[in-house]
């Protein structure tokens, strides 16, 4: 769940306040023709919002609707993701419906993880894989020129919304995209996403995707199968010296948090493998020291969980892991927690694990035997000079991570 800053205004404007209500009116709706007429208005009045660009009047709505009606603020959150990642074209006298689409990639590697332009052969392979095993018969796509780091993606639903037209447009029409100029520069991670973009389009009111057409939810298992078989080889060459997972292609926002989610593990695994190789040791050699940390570290909820890594007999932090938690995860953190279930969380169904749970089980697979949990709730600290996240060391100080001084300089660029 997104949070804001305490010392936002609060006066609205009257499109942000508009906003408000009908978002408000919707979650009251007590039929579905009711949720309906509030969702068309709803939809109108944010795709005035999108057009134009004006970002600061849905921001000041969601920012009201989080500080005084939670239910309310996800639909209005929902139909703002609904919008900018959708739009209707009509071209040559045909109306069509189109999405913006994500192709999630999870990286991993000892050295770096490539991002920038993607050589138009390869978009035309994975194309034709995407309508091999992904999308419905009769559609169309575009895939954008450029593999993109989470810091390179759209900031906002008015950039989302603009890119998802240009890509709408250039599937219909089967024009090409050009690169974004200037992209900025990307941090360097052991386990980070990359993620292709593109837009399918299919006549209005026809499907977009193969299980649409089966009309068997299954099939996304199956698709995803065959997806990651074919496209794996071509999405490799886009980075070399890296392992990579392919996610399932799915709609934009969707398919973005679950990167975000599944990343996570493949940076615990990075980790240690990258500080067993570096440093010469076993796992068994490594120490890792967890902390909670929240924006609201009195009262408030639990954002974070950061792993600090040390030498078993050494206190200083040599690496850390940073693992966010979302959606409904961090009320879980309330959950009773027994002491078996963090000594042997291996024998809990991995549906229900905590997300400590499944650190620490995580961490044991790896062969991190020696766990250390602290009881208290860090702030959110971050270095001052680099911005890198302060973990917490095995006396509960937040330290900076710091690799050993005569750790080999091809991996010292890494926090």
């Known amino acids: 769940m997104r949070r804001f800053s305490k010392s936002s205004s609060n006066r609205l404007s009257p499109d942000s306040q508009r906003l408000v209500t009908l978002a408000q009116g919707l979650t009251l709706a007590s039929s579905r023709l009711e949720e309906r ?30 500080r005084s009606n939670l239910r309310a603020y996800d ?22 419906q189109a999405l913006l689409i994500a192709l999630p990639i999870l990286a991993w590697t000892r050295f770096s993880i490539a991002s920038g332009p993607v050589p138009e052969e390869t978009r035309r392979a994975l194309a034709a894989h995407l309508h091999g095993h992904i999308l419905a018969a009769d559609t169309r796509v575009a895939i954008a020129p450029t593999l993109y780091a989470i810091d390179q993606l759209p900031r906002n639903h008015a950039e ?31 386990a980070d996403t990359r993620y292709l973009l593109a837009a399918v389009a299919a006549p209005s009111g026809a499907a977009l995707f193969a299980w649409q057409e089966s009309l068997q939810a299954a099939g996304r298992e199956q698709a995803l199968e065959q997806w990651r078989a074919q496209a794996t080889p071509n999405i490799a060459s886009l980075l070399p010296g890296c392992g990579v997972e392919l996610l399932l292609p799915e709609a934009y926002y969707v398919a973005c948090r679950e990167a975000d989610k599944q990343i996570r593990p493949a940076s615990i695994r990075a980790a240690v493998h990258f500080l067993t190789n570096t440093l010469g040791i076993e796992p068994s050699g490594l ?5 909670s940390f929240s924006e609201e570290p009195v009262g408030g909820r639990v954002d974070e969980y950061r792993i600090g890594f040390t030498l078993r007999q050494n206190p200083e932090v040599v690496y850390g ?3 966010p938690l979302y959606d409904q995860e961090d009320e879980d953190e309330e959950a009773i927690t027994t002491f078996e279930s963090l000594t042997t969380p291996e024998i809990l169904d991995t549906d229900l694990r905590t997300p400590l749970e499944e650190i620490i089980a995580l961490l044991r697979s790896c062969g991190v035997t020696h766990i250390k949990r ?31 001084e005569d750790t080999p300089s091809s991996t010292g660029h890494f926090h």
Not at 37 to 44: N, P, T
Not at 181 to 190: D, G, K, Q, Y
Not at 287 to 291: C, D, E, N, S, Y
Not at 384 to 398: K, N, V
Request: aromatic share 6%; with cysteine; glycine share 4%.
């Open 37 to 66: 007429a509030w969702e068309r208005s709803l939809d109108a009045l944010i795709h005035k919002s999108l057009k134009g660009s004006h970002q600061e009047t849905l921001d000041a709505a969601l920012e009201h609707l989080f």
């Open 321 to 323: 892991v940073v693992w």
């Open 287 to 291: 120490r890792a020291v967890i902390g």
């Open 160 to 190: 989302t919304h603009t890119l998802a037209q240009r890509l709408a447009q250039a599937a219909i029409k089967g024009t090409q995209v050009k690169p974004p100029a200037n992209p900025p520069e990307t941090a360097p991670f052991l």
């Open 75 to 96: 639909a209005l959150l929902d139909t703002a993701e609904a919008n900018s990642e959708t739009c209707d074209i009509e071209h040559e006298g045909s109306h069509y």
């Open 374 to 404: 602290h009881g208290e709730r860090f702030p959110m600290e971050f270095c001052d000079d680099c911005g890198a996240p302060l973990y917490p060391d095995p006396d509960a100080e937040l330290v900076h991570a710091e690799m050993p």
